[in-house]
């Protein structure tokens, strides 16, 4: 990836990220990641919750949310560069199929 990550970690460089905070002070996000022990670009689906000190800190967690909540994150301005033109393209593919079968 080109230009300056968001952040850095011990496991990985957060490169891209889109985000929708909800009203118990939550925060869902989309985010392109590079694992650095294996150079893998991988896309991760996270949850911040907002500490006593206001800042959002990262819980190891499986990410659970509504249908909708999770297409308001996809509707989110720069969730086309989390993911590839190539994913999204195969992406709707795959949706177009999942339709016709209903």
Not at 54 to 69: I, Q, T, Y
Not at 73 to 100: H, M, P, Q, Y
């Amino acid at each position: 990836m080109k230009g300056k990550p968001i952040k850095v970690t011990d496991y990985c460089v957060l490169w891209k990220q889109v985000i929708n905070d909800n009203e118990h002070g939550e925060r869902y996000a989309i985010e392109k990641i590079e694992v650095k022990s294996t150079g893998n670009e991988e896309i991760r689906f996270t949850y911040y919750k907002k500490s006593d000190d206001g800042k959002f800190r990262f819980v190891p967690r499986p990410l659970d949310l509504s249908e909708s909540a999770l297409l308001e994150l996809f509707k989110k301005e720069g969730i086309t560069e989390v993911f590839s033109a190539n994913f999204l393209n195969e992406l709707r593919d795959v949706l177009d199929e999942l339709c016709r079968r209903k």
